[in-house]
């Protein structure tokens, strides 16, 4: 096995993400744009996305790590709009998408149709929520968006499983399709609901921080697997399993949250980089299938799809907000009447994404009689178009849009008070503990030590409270952010000195490492706290 290719990709995905980061460009657009532009260099291997890879093994890390960072109370908050967009959006998607293509593409069959339908319908909010934390979206809106991302690949995959069946010949009925897609969500969250409690037991009571994180990158897969082993969705189950992992995190070890975090990172980083550099790479794969379809037809095709998979989130989106509160007065009394702005910005939010491109990889070349896929190479360039329509034209116009739509962004004012308040309390909390423990005789601790104590718990309190004060003129500080500077610069002449005694052989090498580790510790604390 060539592993050079691999390497490549993950490399060169890797830096032009790190590039991204200091220009202007969201890393999933110039990702892509890079992948198209190497995808023609001579001698760049050809790079062909297996469904049999992406969908097992890509996508349960990357709705894990994404459902992990959600929070459980805002999706809940917002499950109506969520559920309108995960389900509703789809499955109108793949209607609209199929009948329009079957009354543009002369020749293709329906079935054929609603399967490009159920392959270009689940957006991909990755690409969006990354422009959002740049920008600033409401916290609602990206939390909507957020949701939508988790569930409905479900529904496309379930819809895309149902369209083939029919298209190849297995005499799919409305009534089996129905049942297919109630067996897939239902089963999905059920296996979900079974697998969450045990994993989450096994995870507080591991004792090594190294088993937990080692149980934490197998838990997306098994849950994927073992949903897709009775025929339920597997992205449901690891989106249920991870939602509740996240939401009683704060129950597992330190030490095992601090590894996790940074391991979950690097992984989401890898992930992420590789699909979209993967996006790009798909052009001489999908142009040299084409076939009787190119030219000028192909793009005709190409840009009537693009436009009815835009227009078809618009329909659906403003119906799907205020319809409901139209026709319920509860709804009207428990939320705020959203404006036209919010939901222009979801329906234009709606970059289609390497799922989609998995999926149309995964149709099969032959139907049961041994004839040929109707139109097989067409949906895959389709799919491409779609894709790459979706992310250069909507990804580049987002942030401006939202520039000049004035959405009110996140009062960074507001939480950083919210935050103040929160420690306070829970710093009152904890002082009263220490009084109780340092009055047991057990307990005694020298007046330095506890003392040093009631500093730390003091320090913590006024932190925040410090960063809503004035800046130093003169370096544009706070003084919490100056204290964490120079905490900084001492702990890296401690380490500078640990390492000359080092090479001066006046300690070994195990005792270095248990030093660095402990300035490890102290440093990434005050990182955080910075954060």
């Not at 992984?267 to 992420?272: D, G, I, K, P, T």
């Not at 702005?341 to 032959?366: D, H, Q, T, Y």
């Not at 939202?402 to 306070?424: H, M, S």
């Not at 009152?428 to 307990?443: C, G, I, K, M, T």
Request: glycine share 6%; charged share 20%; proline share 6%.
């Amino acid at each position: 096995m060539d592993v050079m290719p691999l390497l490549l990709l993950v490399a060169g995905s890797a830096a032009v993400a790190a590039a991204a980061r200091r220009t202007p460009v969201p890393a999933p657009l110039l990702l892509v744009a890079a992948g198209l532009l190497v995808s023609y260099v001579p001698g760049v291997p050809e790079y062909t996305l297996d469904p049999d890879v992406v969908l097992p093994l890509v996508l349960p890390p990357l709705l894990y790590t994404s459902a992990t960072d959600s929070s459980y109370l805002d999706l809940r908050a917002q499950l109506r709009p969520v559920a309108l967009l995960s389900v509703g959006y789809v499955l109108f998607a793949t209607f609209m998408v199929g009948w329009a293509a079957y009354q543009i593409v002369p020749g293709l069959p329906l079935t054929a149709a609603l399967v490009l339908g159920a392959v270009v319908a689940p957006p991909d909010a990755v690409a969006a929520t990354a422009v959002a934390r740049r920008v600033g979206l409401p916290s609602r809106v990206t939390t909507i968006l957020q949701g939508e991302s988790l569930v409905n690949d479900a529904t496309a995959i379930t819809a895309y499983r149902v369209a083939v069946a029919a298209a190849v010949g297995e005499g799919a009925t409305w009534a089996g399709g129905i049942g297919e897609f109630l067996l897939a969500a239902v089963g999905g969250v059920g296996i979900g609901l079974i697998l969450m409690v045990p994993l989450h037991w096994l995870r507080t009571h591991l004792k090594e921080a190294l088993l937990q994180n080692t149980l934490s990158l197998l838990i997306p897969f098994v849950a994927y697997a073992v949903a897709e082993q009775v025929h339920a969705s597997g992205v449901l189950a690891v989106v249920v399993v991870a939602l509740y992992l996240g939401h009683r995190n704060w129950e597992v070890d330190f030490a095992t949250r601090l590894q996790e975090e940074a391991v979950w990172k690097m992984v989401a980083f890898v992930l992420e980089s590789a699909v979209f550099a993967l996006i790009g790479l798909q052009l001489p794969v999908v142009l040299k299938g084409l076939g009787a379809y190119e030219g000028g037809r192909a793009a005709w095709y190409a840009v009537a799809v693009f436009l009815v998979v835009v227009a078809s989130r618009f329909i659906w989106v403003y119906p799907a907000t205020f319809l409901p509160r139209i026709l319920s007065a509860r709804i009207r009394r428990r939320e705020e009447n959203p404006t036209w702005k919010g939901p222009f910005v979801i329906a234009w939010a709606g970059m289609r994404g390497v799922v989609s491109l998995a999926i149309a990889f995964s149709i099969p070349e032959n139907m049961h009689n041994g004839e040929e896929f109707p139109g097989r190479n067409l949906i895959l360039f389709l799919t491409f178009t779609t894709v790459i329509g979706t992310l250069v034209v909507q990804g580049v116009t987002l942030p401006p849009l939202i520039r000049l739509l004035k959405l009110p962004g996140r009062d960074t004012q507001a939480e950083t008070l919210a935050e103040a308040n929160a420690q306070a309390q829970a710093s009152r909390v904890a002082e009263q503990r220490l009084d109780e423990l340092l009055a047991d005789e057990s307990n005694a601790l020298p007046p330095p030590l506890a003392d040093r104590l009631r500093s730390a718990l003091e320090r913590r309190r006024n932190a925040v409270w410090e960063r809503l004060g004035q800046v130093n003129p003169i370096t544009g500080e706070s003084v919490d952010d100056t204290y964490r500077r120079l905490s900084r610069e001492m702990i890296s002449a401690e380490r500078a000195m640990f390492v000359r005694l080092r090479d001066g052989r006046y300690i070994d090498d195990e005792m270095l490492r248990t030093m660095l580790r402990r300035l490890d510790l102290e440093e990434a604390a005050a990182f955080r706290e910075a954060a």
